[in-house]
């Protein structure tokens, strides 16, 4: 079965500054789909990035970026230029390639405290 | 366009009691999903619709829980009887179809006592 682990419970980050979260995942599959997700205090979730696990190429969405690193299984995600409004629950979330995009193997998520 | 709707927003019951979410998809998604997030956890799929036919019900307790999109377009979750372990967030999201990017709505959180 996969798995999805995030091993920082909490990080804090200066406004301005950049900050990465670690991600790691378990799978047997050569071909999948990784996320992150940020989940403010109104409880939805809402998709930053995606990588589709057959691209080199890390994936990039304005501020934020993912370095994927197939071979060690590693996903972790780096905000650049960090904002109050990131300040937030993030989730790596992991599914099958031709399973559904919304059948999500999550995390158990990060604190992200932004300071002003 | 409107977004997932979902209701209530907060509920409280004890436990043995019945409780009933209800989720309103994005027009015109063809998939729908059901998860629960625990406290402290991330949220873990429940059961996954396409139209109104079950893709996925693999870790829905289905001694307690149900769930129905009869016509395709809105559905309900049931929890019957509640436990106390059932105190979480409900969360529905939709999407276009497989594959493509799920939406999520704000959930329900649930109370039991």
């Known amino acids: 079965a996969q798995t999805v682990t995030q091993s920082q419970p909490e990080m804090s980050v200066q406004e301005a500054e950049t900050v990465t979260l670690s991600c790691t995942y378990d799978?047997?599959?050569?071909?999948?789909?990784l996320f992150w997700y940020k989940q403010p205090p109104s409880r939805q979730m809402i998709l930053v990035i995606r990588?589709?696990?057959?691209?080199?190429q890390n994936a990039t969405e304005n501020r934020f970026s993912v370095n994927f690193q197939k071979a060690a299984k590693s996903f972790s995600l780096k905000i650049s230029d960090s904002q109050l409004g990131d300040a937030a629950m993030y989730f790596c979330a992991y599914t099958n390639y031709g399973g559904s995009q919304g059948n999500l193997i999550f995390g158990k998520g990060t604190k992200l405290s932004v300071k002003p | 366009e409107a977004g997932v709707a979902q209701s209530p927003r907060y509920k409280i019951i004890e436990k043995r009691q019945s409780v009933a979410f209800w989720c309103n998809p994005i027009?015109?998604?063809?998939?729908l999903y059901w998860y629960q997030q625990i406290l402290g956890q991330g949220p873990k799929l429940l059961i996954q619709?396409?139209?109104?036919?079950?893709?996925?019900d693999s870790q829905l307790p289905k001694d307690r829980f149900s769930a129905e999109r009869l016509k395709g377009v809105d559905s309900t979750l049931k929890i019957q009887p509640a436990k106390l372990e059932d105190s979480a967030v409900y969360l529905c999201a939709s999407s276009r179809d497989r594959n493509t990017e799920a939406f999520f709505g704000q959930g329900t959180r649930l109370t039991v006592v």
């Open positions: 990588q589709e696990a057959y691209k080199q």
């Open positions: 619709f396409q139209n109104n036919g079950v893709v996925d």
């Open positions: 799978t047997s599959e050569s071909d999948y789909y």
């Open positions: 027009s015109g998604h063809a998939t």
